[in-house]
């Protein structure tokens, strides 16, 4: 399995970035996927999930700004973050996971490599 996660950048307060995650190797289309985030010196936390079925959830911090998106057509997942603020600024995972909808670490299958979301003030 791969989970290849892009779209990281530096961006100022304010700003959007669209981070992409393209799956292989997995039936997609059968797993919850989800993003989490570890900032530097921090333990990784949830930031958002979709089921198969495409029921959403987020972290209260980002309710309102973030979207994720999922095709299961093109096996890919998305995350749009808006008004992104420097408190976003984390190493940002995709992840999968066959059974739950993946709310925490512990309950993740399937683990990106991450990309680096960087929100100057």
């Known amino acids: 399995v791969q989970l290849q996660a892009s779209g990281g950048g530096l961006v100022q307060a304010g700003g959007s970035l669209r981070l992409s995650c393209a799956a292989s190797?997995?039936?997609?289309?059968?797993?919850?996927m989800g993003w989490f985030r570890q900032a530097p010196g921090k333990e990784r936390e949830f930031v958002s999930a979709v089921s198969s079925s495409g029921t959403t959830h987020y972290r209260d911090s980002v309710k309102g700004r973030f979207t994720i998106f999922r095709d299961n057509a093109k096996n890919t997942l998305a995350l749009q973050m808006n008004s992104l603020r420097p408190e976003d600024t984390a190493v940002y995972y995709c992840a999968a996971e066959s059974l739950l909808l993946p709310t925490t670490p512990e309950q993740v299958d399937y683990w990106g490599q991450g990309t680096l979301v960087t929100v100057s003030s």
């Open positions: 190797g997995l039936t997609f289309s059968r797993y919850d």
